[in-house]
Structures are given as structure tokens and as C-alpha cells.
């Protein structure tokens, strides 16, 4: 596997399925038409991208997602915890996550966040993209992981394919620890504003065509029209399917770092492998609006609670 050119913008694959690290492109400055198509290829054929030696502030990485999308509110439980004048800017720090849920959801998810997931699937129209860059990092440790979910869903048997190509499954925020029964202010988001929808377990991507495996173990709380227990076992099939090594790329943060992912078609998992030595991680994301998915059957996704997430 060898690196590529695009329009001027260099590309080097990082695994077999997933991850590639675009250099040749400076993101603090409007890009150029070309670097901009080029860029959304590479998202599209390795569902997350990399770039190093960035220098970007708050105003800059707002203005480099604008370029690709609309750029949403930080979170829809952000609250007051964004930075001053950048509500679109959502940090993840052990810090901010004390002061955004409480340190209780913090030592039940870790300090970065939850497990494998992709970003609040629990809204009716999940962000299509979300990009983070690097601030403060460990000086080892911190990696996070992302795996494609394309790639995880044709690895499934025909049959298997077949049966949850018609299926739908219920995506809540703090269902994999009932949330809402927490005294931590995680509770009083999830009492007060609950998200959650109902989506297909499998996801027809909007500019691919593909199918992709549209569950995770974060948010997806159950496939409806089954029992418990064969929901339960199915899904732990599927969660064990999309952490295969095989679909993954593990990235290490430097000081400057960026990551841009398709949030339609990969999963991230958040390090938990330095907590315990009190070194300071501090990491700013932005996301954009997406669509409502679509299942194989053409039926849109349906939202029990929380509104559209749209523009700050």
C-alpha cells in the first residue's frame, strides 16, 4: 500500500480498511476547491482522515468544518461548559467531562468519554462529520481507535446480512448504564431533554450507496420487534463484528493533531489506558449537521425524543 496524490494533496493509507494521513494542505487557511474535493474522497474511501503539525484555534477549526458542512452546537448537553463565544466547540478533557456530567458518568465511562460509538447517534439526524484537534497530550498513551463500519458489515455471512438488513434498533443517550436513574448531572440532561431514536441496524450511506453497520455499544440500547434476550444476543454479535482488529486504525495524538471522520460510516473508541497517571489530555471537536439515515427498505429513521440538530 503506497501513498497517493490527489489534486495536489498527499495520501497515505494507515491500514487495510480504515484511516489515511492527508499531508501537503495547511487547514488554518481556506482550502482550495480541489483540496476540498480531495479531502471529501478520502473521507469517503477510508471514513476517517489525519493531519499533523496543525496550529488552529477555536475560530480556525470552526472555519476549516465550515468548509465541508454545517457546523452544529457543541453538544446537545453542552450547556455552559463550552468555551466563551465558540458554541460550537465541544472539549474533551477529564475536566469538562466532570463539569458537563458529573464525575460519577466519568468513572463509569472514563475519562475521555464513552466506549465504541459514533457521535450521538441517539439524534434523529446524527452529525454526518465530526473533526477534533489536539491541544494538550500524554506524553505516551491516549490513542484513539476508530473502525469502519462498512468494512465490519460486508465481513458478516450473507444470511447474517440478510436477516438485520430489515431490522431497527433503539439509540438512547446513557442507556448503557440507565442514565436516567444517575444522581450525577447526566441524570437531570437525560430526565429533563431525553434523545433518542429509532434507527436501522443498517444504514444505506447518503453519498456512498453503501450499507453500513449502524449500531454501537454506547447508544444502542435495543432491536425493536425482537425479545431482550435475542436482542441482547444479537447485538453483542454484531458489537463484537465491528471491533474486529482487522477494520480498525489505531491513531496517536501529537500536540497539533487533527482527525476528521465520517461519522456515518465509522465508530471511535475513546483511550482509557492513561486515567490512572493524571496526565493532562485536552482535545477540542466540532461536528456537522447530517441527514436523517435510511434503512435497505428506504424507511427513514424516526425520533422518540429530542429535536434536529442544526446550526449554532
Do not use: C
Not at 77 to 86: N, Q, R, V
Not at 277 to 286: A, E, F, P, Q, T
Request: no cysteine; aromatic share 8%.
Amino acid at each position: 500500500m503506497t501513498a497517493a496524490v490527489d489534486a495536489g494533496v498527499h495520501i497515505e493509507p494507515l491500514s487495510g480498511w480504515t484511516g489515511a494521513l492527508i499531508s501537503g494542505v495547511n487547514l488554518s487557511a481556506p482550502l482550495a476547491g480541489n483540496e476540498i474535493e480531495a479531502i471529501r474522497r478520502a473521507l469517503l474511501q477510508w471514513k476517517v482522515v489525519f493531519f499533523r503539525g496543525q496550529t488552529l484555534d477555536h475560530a480556525q477549526q470552526i472555519a476549516f468544518g465550515e468548509q465541508f458542512g454545517e457546523v452544529t452546537p457543541g453538544h446537545p448537553y453542552e450547556g455552559d461548559t463550552a468555551p466563551a463565544g465558540f458554541p460550537e466547540i465541544h472539549t474533551v478533557s477529564p475536566a469538562a467531562y466532570d463539569q458537563r456530567y458529573g464525575a460519577g458518568y466519568r468513572k463509569k465511562q472514563g475519562a475521555n468519554g464513552p466506549g465504541w460509538h459514533a457521535d450521538v447517534t441517539p439524534l434523529i439526524n446524527p452529525p454526518s462529520h465530526s473533526i477534533l484537534r489536539a491541544e494538550v497530550v500524554p506524553p505516551f498513551g491516549g490513542d484513539t481507535q476508530f473502525s469502519n463500519v462498512a468494512a465490519a458489515y460486508q465481513g458478516l455471512s450473507a444470511p447474517l446480512r440478510a436477516l438485520i438488513d430489515g431490522l431497527r434498533a433503539e439509540h438512547r443517550f446513557g442507556a448503557n448504564f440507565a442514565a436516567e436513574r444517575s444522581s450525577e448531572k447526566i441524570g437531570e440532561h437525560v430526565r429533563t431533554n431525553p434523545l433518542a431514536s429509532i434507527h436501522p441496524v443498517v444504514r444505506v450511506h447518503p453519498e456512498s450507496g453503501e450499507r453500513v453497520l449502524y449500531v454501537n455499544p454506547s447508544f444502542t440500547r435495543q432491536i425493536v420487534d425482537l425479545s431482550p434476550r435475542e436482542s441482547r444476543h444479537l447485538l453483542d454479535l454484531l458489537f463484537e463484528e465491528l471491533a474486529r482488529p482487522e477494520y480498525t486504525v489505531r491513531f496517536k495524538w501529537e500536540p497539533g493533531s487533527v482527525a476528521f471522520w465520517d461519522n456515518r460510516a465509522v465508530l471511535h473508541l475513546a483511550p482509557r489506558d492513561v486515567e490512572h497517571l493524571g496526565h493532562d489530555r485536552v482535545l477540542h471537536r466540532i461536528t456537522l449537521a447530517g441527514d436523517v439515515p435510511v434503512g435497505v427498505d428506504g424507511r427513514e429513521s424516526e425520533s422518540i425524543s429530542g429535536a434536529r440538530f442544526g446550526a449554532a
